[in-house]
């Protein structure tokens, strides 16, 4: 099946209203490109889970912290459509820049509480720009349905939270991280990484498995996180931005593992700031007597 590209956003209410004079539900999965499995992961739970798939193509220049990071940004539009065509997605929605920002455009959806802490005190604005321009693709397209990678877990619950907050009728799915053979989670800054910071790089995933494996056996957080830290510092990893224990279901800081939870790490390695996090089990509750 072919996907159709579209650019306007006139264009894409109109063949949302076309699908749905003839039933069935939307989804829309948000990307800005350079499109790998785990992507495609996303568009094939969208296409199991509903009758039509937008893939949304957009590189937010807003959403960046440097200008190196932004025009580094691989831009590969051609594969990804080659790329969506094999899965069967009915639209790639690339709008230009112009039409996301027209002249004048002074809104911006500002997300507290959950944007507030682990990338957000390294990001400056970063979460502002994403829950502003995820709110614009979601009203744009009306989808009922989002699919989004766990891989972003605190940009899930961003995205959550203003879906909530505004009263946007739209569900938001989701998925589990797709990761390589070596455990990294994929991600399209991964291609920047040499063969040397990609050995190093995957030390990340290893220490964050092993480090909630010991959270769950009972390791008090506090140590294992300081263990954890120390090993990725002895890895090469230039800098770790940031690594925290936090509740899988609001997000908040956890000194102990009283409840399903995230372990949450960003560091750098080369020029190449990494996020990844994987879940950790609860210790189980003590049965009290009496
Ligand atoms: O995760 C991303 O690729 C982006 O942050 C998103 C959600 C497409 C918004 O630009």
Same mark, same amino acid.
């Given at each position: 099946?072919?996907?159709?590209?579209?650019?306007?956003?006139?264009?894409?209410? +109109?063949?949302?209203?076309?699908?749905?004079?003839?039933?069935?539900?939307?989804?829309?999965?948000?990307?800005?490109?350079?499109?790998? $499995?785990?992507?495609?992961?996303?568009?094939?739970?969208?296409?199991?889970?509903?009758?039509?798939?937008?893939?949304?193509?957009?590189v937010n220049p807003r959403q960046f912290n440097s200008a190196d990071d932004l025009t580094t940004y691989?831009?590969?539009?051609?594969?990804?459509?080659? +790329?969506?065509?094999?899965?069967?997605?009915?639209?790639?929605?690339?709008?230009?820049?112009?039409?996301?920002?027209?002249?004048?455009?002074?809104?911006?959806? @500002?997300?507290?509480?959950?944007? @507030?802490?682990?990338c957000?005190?390294h990001r400056e604005g970063h979460?502002?720009a994403?829950?502003?321009?995820?709110?614009?693709?979601?009203?744009?397209?009306?989808?009922?349905?989002?699919?989004?990678?766990? +891989?972003?877990?605190? @940009?899930?619950?961003?995205?959550?939270?203003?879906?909530?907050?505004?009263?946007? &009728?739209? $569900?938001?799915?989701?998925?589990?991280?797709?990761?390589?053979?070596?455990?990294?989670?994929?991600?399209?800054r991964?291609?920047r990484?040499?063969?040397?910071?990609?050995?190093?790089?995957?030390?990340?995933?290893?220490?964050?498995?092993?480090?909630? +494996?010991?959270?769950?056996?009972?390791?008090?957080?506090?140590?294992?996180?300081?263990?954890?830290?120390?090993?990725?510092?002895?890895?090469?990893?230039?800098g770790?931005d940031?690594?925290?224990?936090?509740? $899988?279901? $609001?997000?908040?800081?956890?000194?102990?593992?009283?409840?399903?939870?995230?372990?949450?790490?960003a560091?750098t390695?080369g020029g190449t700031r990494?996020?990844?996090?994987?879940?950790?089990? &609860?210790?189980?509750?003590?049965?009290?007597?009496?």
């Amino acid at each position: 099946m072919t996907t159709t590209i579209i650019r306007t956003i006139e264009e894409l209410r +109109k063949t949302v209203s076309r699908w749905r004079s003839m039933g069935g539900r939307v989804a829309v999965v948000p990307t800005m490109g350079a499109l790998h $499995e785990g992507h495609l992961s996303l568009v094939r739970a969208a296409l199991a889970g509903t009758d039509w798939v937008i893939v949304t193509l957009f590189v937010n220049p807003r959403q960046f912290n440097s200008a190196d990071d932004l025009t580094t940004y691989p831009r590969t539009e051609n594969e990804d459509l080659a +790329k969506i065509e094999t899965t069967g997605a009915h639209v790639l929605y690339a709008p230009n820049l112009e039409d996301m920002y027209p002249p004048g455009f002074a809104t911006t959806v @500002q997300v507290g509480g959950v944007s @507030q802490g682990l990338c957000g005190s390294h990001r400056e604005g970063h979460f502002d720009a994403v829950a502003t321009i995820v709110t614009k693709l979601f009203l744009q397209t009306g989808a009922d349905i989002a699919y989004l990678g766990e +891989k972003d877990f605190q @940009q899930l619950h961003v995205v959550r939270r203003l879906a909530h907050d505004l009263d946007i &009728p739209i $569900e938001v799915v989701a998925c589990p991280t797709i990761r390589d053979a070596d455990g990294m989670a994929m991600s399209s800054r991964n291609t920047r990484l040499s063969a040397e910071e990609r050995k190093i790089a995957s030390h990340l995933p290893t220490i964050l498995f092993e480090t909630a +494996k010991k959270l769950s056996g009972g390791l008090e957080p506090r140590e294992a996180i300081a263990e954890a830290q120390q090993r990725l510092r002895t890895a090469g990893f230039a800098g770790v931005d940031y690594l925290e224990l936090r509740s $899988e279901a $609001e997000l908040s800081s956890l000194d102990q593992l009283d409840r399903p939870a995230r372990l949450l790490g960003a560091a750098t390695v080369g020029g190449t700031r990494l996020i990844d996090n994987v879940a950790v089990k &609860p210790l189980p509750k003590l049965a009290t007597s009496g």
